[in-house]
């Protein structure tokens, strides 16, 4: 069966839509708009650098924060069975080197 999302504009609008799905027997999970505080910090944190311009590329942020165990933990063991993580690495960073060399003609 098809879902609906519903956006009362206020209040008494969602009063009223949660009354008459009651009367109807619709069964409904209401929930909140509203991000964790959290969240909310870290996209605020986020923000503030890059405006300080504290930011990185792309292919600076793989390096750093993607290691081969981070690799090999999202390939399965039947995947490729035979290479090394060294193996691995090295056959993606011969690809990323090709995508860029083939992008910049």
Known sequence: MESILVHPENAEQLKTVKAV??????????????LPQHVIEGIQRGIEQAKNGQTIAWDEFKEKHFTKKDLLKYLSDDFIPEKTADEIVNELKAARDFTRESQSF
Do not use: G, H, T
Request: glycine share 0%; no cysteine; hydrophobic share 35%.
């Open 21 to 34: 799905l009651k009367a109807l027997k619709v069964n409904f999970e209401p929930q909140s708009e509203k």
